[in-house]
Nanobody, 121 residues
Framework: QVQLVESGGGLVQAGGSLTLSCAAS????????MGWYRQAPGKQRELVAA???????NYADSVKGRFTISRDNAKNTVYLQVNSLKPEDTAVYYC???????????????WGQGTQVTVST
C-alpha cells in the first residue's frame, strides 16, 4: 500500500507559476509510473501528465509546453511544475501511483488528498 501527499497549490494570477509536490510513503522507483490528474468543479478528473520509472514523460495537449513533470527518486517525490497558468487550469490536482502500458497511463486506487490550484484573471 502506498500513501501519497500533495502540496504546493495556492492562489495565483494568470500567467503565474507553481510547483506541486507529491510525496510517497514508499520508494517511487518501485512504482512503474506516476501521474498527475486534476478535477475542476462539475468536471471529470483528467490526466494532465505522467512519468515512467525511466523518466519518460507524457502530457495532455492542454498543458504541453506549460507543465513539466519530474521525479526525485531519492526523495520519493514527484513534482509538477505548472507555468503560464490560465484560469481554466483551476482545479484540485491529485497524484496517483500507477502503470504505463502500451502508451497509456493506467491509474491505481492510490490517490493523494489533492491540492487546490486557483488561477485568477
Amino acid at each position: 500500500q502506498v500513501q501519497l501527499v500533495e502540496s504546493g497549490g495556492g492562489l495565483v494570477q494568470a500567467g503565474g507559476s507553481l510547483t506541486l509536490s507529491c510525496a510517497a510513503s514508499i520508494s517511487i522507483f518501485s512504482i512503474n509510473a506516476m501521474g498527475w490528474y486534476r478535477q475542476a468543479p462539475g468536471k471529470q478528473r483528467e490526466l494532465v501528465a505522467a512519468i515512467t520509472r525511466d523518466d519518460n514523460a507524457n502530457y495532455a495537449d492542454s498543458v504541453k509546453g506549460r507543465f513539466t513533470i519530474s521525479r526525485d527518486n531519492a526523495k520519493n517525490t514527484v513534482y509538477l511544475q505548472v507555468n503560464s497558468l490560465k484560469p481554466e487550469d483551476t482545479a484540485v490536482y491529485y497524484c496517483n501511483a500507477g502503470t504505463y502500458f502500451r502508451g497509456t497511463y493506467h491509474p491505481s486506487d492510490y490517490w493523494g488528498q489533492g491540492t487546490q490550484v486557483t488561477v485568477s484573471t
